[in-house]
């Protein structure tokens, strides 16, 4: 069997996704426990207990959700569909650090963000987009503040983006359980080889912005191979919707607790007939949130005894990977 590099894996044949890949534990590892493996590291200059950002998404981060993974060393963007931004506002953002902008909010509120000193994601599905990057500048040349632009699937225009001065980039295009983008447009490449290609640029050109795996991830396995292949944090979406600090009520369906879940240019967010390029679904209501944040890290740090990494750091300098048949990908799954 071959063993794959991460160049190597750059210069692969195919489009790769995460259920493609597989990490492989190449070094007798020195950790005698998963307790041993430390999951914090630092992004945009915040430190952080482990590497994950809940997604903007309306069924996914409002105002206690975004409290809530705060206190966990963790951060949820706040989306920009309903209240919750203006009540970012009125609580004055206390236990909060990342709030979602759509191209046309006003200089005054950003303003405002950039005063409480708040993480700025411009919430768009194309960052390889002139207004983007008009707004990533005007944003950046008026304030000291931290810019998340996203979303691009490869790396070519990832010097433009940094020149615009964008700090951390959101790196997928329709890999999102919800997202219908790649079905209506043809665009976006898997997962894996979409973060791999922007890892790539960022190195070679050695520049300065931080990369964000956001889609496609299922499991605290996923979170792991995302982390080996070059993210510095991981965006979720699914993983932490149907909790309850996610927005929306708890519904009762056939004597079972469901939430929704719905992409962000779903018919349900945009309510206009116009094109559309999302889902909506009801998941089962999963309970607090802290329970999924605890599987997460429970298996990231499992996942990192096993390759022999004590911190983040390890895990990103990782280079040993397999390529999965669709059998062998099956076989992993348990059977009842």
Not at 1 to 25: A, G, I, Q
Request: with cysteine; net charge neutral.
């Amino acid at each position: 069997m071959k063993l794959f590099t991460k160049r190597e894996l750059n210069n692969y044949d195919l489009s790769l996704t995460y259920d493609d890949l597989s990490l492989v534990p190449s070094e007798v590892s020195r950790i005698k426990s998963r307790t041993e493996a430390k999951t914090n590291t630092e992004f945009l200059g915040k430190k952080l207990l482990l590497p994950v950002l809940a997604s903007p998404m309306d069924s996914v981060t409002g105002l206690n959700m975004a409290e809530s993974l705060e206190k966990m060393g963790c951060i949820g963007i706040v989306n920009r569909f309903d209240s919750s931004l203006d009540g970012v506002f009125k609580t004055n953002g206390n236990g909060i650090s990342a709030v979602s902008i759509s191209l046309n909010y006003d200089e005054d509120s950003i303003a405002k963000l950039a005063e409480r000193n708040f993480i700025i994601c411009i919430d768009t599905a194309n960052a390889n987009n002139s207004t983007v990057l008009r707004k990533c500048e005007s944003i950046k040349s008026k304030h000291n503040v931290k810019v998340i632009v996203g979303n691009v699937a490869e790396g070519s225009s990832l010097n433009q983006l940094v020149d615009a001065g964008a700090d951390a980039v959101r790196i997928g295009i329709g890999g999102g359980s919800m997202c219908t983008t790649s079905i209506q447009t043809g665009i976006g490449i898997g997962q894996a080889s979409s973060l791999i290609d922007l890892y790539f640029a960022r190195e070679i050109k050695q520049l300065n912005i931080e990369l964000i795996a956001d889609g496609g991830i299922k499991s605290p396995g996923d979170v792991a191979k995302a982390l080996a292949l070059g993210a510095d944090v991981v965006m979720l979406g699914r993983m932490l919707a149907g909790t309850k600090e996610a927005p929306g009520e708890v519904i009762k369906y056939n004597d079972q607790l469901w939430k929704k879940y719905r992409g962000s240019a779903s018919f349900g967010v945009k309510m206009k007939n116009e094109f559309i390029e999302g889902e909506e679904t009801m998941i089962p209501y999963k309970g607090p949130v802290k329970a999924v944040i605890d599987s997460i890290s429970d298996g990231l740090r499992s996942s990192m005894s096993y390759m022999n990494c004590v911190n983040i750091d390890e895990l990103k300098a990782v280079d040993s990977f397999a390529v999965m048949s669709h059998s062998s990908f099956l076989e992993r799954h348990a059977r009842k």
